[in-house]
């Protein structure tokens, strides 16, 4: 490619792609026009959500493709030198270089303040081994409202949203530390769970800016939770060769560095990493964002097959599900699983493709978790008649309740879909609306379980 063409501008290269779908005889002018329309729809609904005009046009490119064979081909031909422009020929404007060190300064920076917020209790006295329920109930704190505001400021959020957000914050504070909580009591274990899923909430509504209301901008909180869930696992890990390969060089010399580990390293890391992966994704900005989407398209099979053949065993054997703790955490996070496998599935796929294979697949999932809920539900039911109503209980109780109504209703969505009787934007827009009453679930565990089971 030229240099003239390496340097184009946006409506150069709006005028490329033109150019390209007018040499073809299948299209015609009238279409040309409605079908650049709609590519300068996706370029600015992308521009406001932070990409810079290449990457913008870029991705509204791919994502025309779903709508018109002509542009998909144009993809096609033209992605690979675009992708090469954007990520390793282009020289990037000054602007450009100042906005990404500025966006790196400021991440690694509230990177650094979430490290530090971790060890803030212990200047006065708040001793991780000694009250480490202090910790779990307010290890939220030390990373999400930097990571709201980090996104604030890159969003220029409204500053009335912004009071919001900064009162649900105070307010959770305020039920996280309020209360008379047992010493490692199940409420306080119950508050520490479910206090992340409620702010999780208030991150989103920061990370879409304006767009938060739309489908599409609940839908790309969704792309991000799932890319930064990866960036997080694999920067977890390499922390944890790095403190092996630590620990194994410096008791070659007689000095243990596990004290050292376990009291800084490893909770200000996991703070930090938080900022830092979220700073990743934001960086790559969705033009290659298909970590999540191909690892759901890895796995949805995997885990239908293994529901089925639990589901088969079950009734071979005729044996009932053995409610104890473990295994009500254990079908709540499988249920999660199949619950995040469906949503970056959807996140990833053309909401105008006819039905395929993978659609059927995704469905048998479905199915198959909703009959796996269904019996966790009967044996939650069974055992809360036998013993008693308990915190546990009650929470694996209504945790259950929400996924089967989610799933039992995407089952409706996909199945009408699959017969060509309803939209995948419908089930689209179900799940994204479906976040409300995840939060809002969370929030009625922390604020009314505690003083509703006197604290224990």
Request: aromatic share 12%; proline share 4%.
């Amino acid at each position: 490619m030229s240099d003239a063409e390496h340097d184009a501008p946006l409506e150069e290269r709006i005028e490329l792609w033109r150019s390209y779908l007018s040499r073809r005889q299948a299209i015609s002018p009238v279409d040309v026009a409605e079908l650049e329309d709609h590519l300068r729809e996706q370029v600015a609904t992308l521009v406001e959500a932070g990409l810079d005009d290449d990457e913008a046009f870029l991705v509204a490119v791919k994502r025309l493709g779903a709508l018109d064979a002509l542009s998909r081909e144009f993809a096609r031909e033209y992605s690979e030198r675009l992708w090469k422009q954007l990520v390793i020929a282009s020289p990037e404007s000054d602007e450009r270089k100042a906005g990404a060190r500025r966006d790196a300064f400021v991440a690694f920076g509230l990177a650094v303040l979430a490290a530090l917020l971790v060890k803030t209790p212990a200047l006065f006295g708040v001793d991780f081994d000694g009250q480490a329920g202090f910790y779990a109930r307010n290890a939220s704190f030390f990373a999400l409202p930097l990571l709201t505001g980090y996104f604030v400021w890159k969003r220029r959020v409204d500053t009335t949203t912004v009071r919001w957000l900064a009162a649900g914050f105070v307010a959770a504070a305020v039920f996280a530390n309020a209360f008379p909580f047992a010493e490692a009591g199940h409420t306080e274990t119950l508050t520490a769970l479910h206090l992340p899923i409620a702010l999780w909430l208030a991150v989103g509504v920061a990370y879409a800016g304006g767009r938060w209301r739309q489908v599409a901008g609940r839908m790309d909180f969704v792309r991000f939770s799932g890319e930064l869930f990866i960036y997080y696992v694999l920067i977890g890990l390499g922390g944890a060769l790095l403190m092996g390969f630590m620990a194994m060089i410096f008791s070659a010399i007689g000095i243990d560095v596990e004290p050292i580990f376990e009291s800084w390293l490893l909770p200000c890391g996991a703070a930090a990493g938080v900022i830092v992966a979220s700073w990743l994704v934001e960086a790559k900005q969705s033009v290659i964002e298909n970590m999540a989407p191909v690892l759901t398209r890895l796995f949805t099979p995997l885990f239908a097959v293994a529901l089925i053949a639990f589901l088969g065993t079950a009734l071979v054997t005729g044996r009932g599900v053995d409610v104890d703790r473990d295994v009500l955490i254990a079908f709540d996070l499988l249920l999660v699983v199949v619950l995040g496998l469906l949503l970056y599935s959807v996140s990833a796929r053309d909401p105008e493709a006819p039905p395929g294979f993978f659609d059927v697949l995704q469905f048998v999932l479905v199915i198959s978790a909703l009959a796996a809920d269904a019996v966790a539900l009967w044996a939650i039911a069974s055992r809360i008649t036998e013993f008693g109503f308990t915190p546990n209980r009650v929470a694996a109780l209504g945790e259950n309740i929400i996924l089967l109504a989610n799933l039992g209703w995407s089952a409706v969505l996909y199945a009408r879909f699959m017969r060509g009787r309803g939209t995948f934007a419908a089930l689209e827009r179900w799940q994204t609306d479906y976040l409300y009453v995840y939060a809002g679930w969370a929030a009625i565990v922390v604020v009314a379980f505690p003083p509703l089971f006197g604290y224990v």
